[in-house]
């Protein structure tokens, strides 16, 4: 069965670095998010992505972050200069229309 | 707004009980949506049930649905320790770009 791929599943990176978090989508859905999910908190939307652009963006996505579609398939998630508060579980999903599948996730460790 | 606050926040229930979770949300939606996940891994996509739909079933999982009074609830039936997790729901509102707004979360925790 097709699933949401993530890569890698755990980094570590200094404050003020960039980071880039990898995600496939199921190669035949149109729409991709990414969520994130501090310890212990809920889920939150970051972003959705459709037709080869931001469809919408929550408040957290600021202008530390940005997405990409850069082939057919990877998705990726860049933060250019990691904060603290930016250590959380970074989850990707894609939908064929309705239902959302996600990735395993990638846990994004600020020191 | 919020959206997909459930209740309780944490159940503890014998193997071969019923579990029953809550979930309420403030706007309108088109879908609702309960998820499950484990123990810091990814989220499953259990069952979506639709705005115009009341009930809907898969497997041993019974979700309703009330739109008079926003609410939801997750009932697992016959329940087994593997089903231990955390248990979400999240609400879909297509004017809000089909994004899912999740919840607190309820805890299951199921003893053998």
């Known amino acids: 069965e097709p699933e949401v791929t993530q890569t890698p599943s755990h980094q570590v990176t200094q404050m003020g670095q960039e980071v880039i978090l990898r995600c496939v989508p199921i190669s035949n859905h149109l729409y991709f998010y990414w969520y994130r999910q501090i310890l212990g908190q809920k889920v939150e939307f970051l972003v959705s992505?459709?037709?080869?652009?931001?469809?919408?963006k929550s408040e957290i996505f600021d202008d530390q972050f940005s997405v990409e579609r850069p082939d057919g398939s990877n998705f990726t998630l860049k933060i250019r200069s990691t904060k603290l508060e930016d250590s959380a579980m970074y989850f990707c999903?894609?939908?064929?229309?309705?239902?959302?599948?996600f990735g395993p996730g990638t846990r994004l460790t600020v020191l | 707004s919020q959206q997909g606050e459930e209740d309780p926040q944490a159940l503890s229930i014998q193997e071969g009980e019923n579990a029953t979770m809550n979930c309420s949300y403030k706007t309108s939606i088109n879908n609702l949506q309960w998820y499950r996940q484990n123990s810091g891994r990814g989220l499953v996509h259990l069952i979506l049930?639709?705005?115009?739909?009341r009930e809907k079933h898969s497997g041993r999982l019974r979700v309703t649905l009330d739109t008079s009074k926003k609410s939801s609830s997750l009932l697992i039936t016959a329940s087994r320790a593997a089903d231990t997790a955390s248990y979400f729901c999240?609400?879909?509102?297509?004017?809000?770009?089909?994004?899912?707004?999740f919840g607190q979360g309820t805890e299951l925790s199921v003893k053998p």
């Open positions: 049930i639709r705005s115009n739909e």
């Open positions: 999240a609400a879909v509102s297509y004017n809000q770009g089909g994004k899912l707004i």
């Open positions: 999903a894609s939908s064929p229309e309705y239902e959302q599948f």
């Open positions: 992505f459709y037709n080869n652009e931001i469809s919408e």
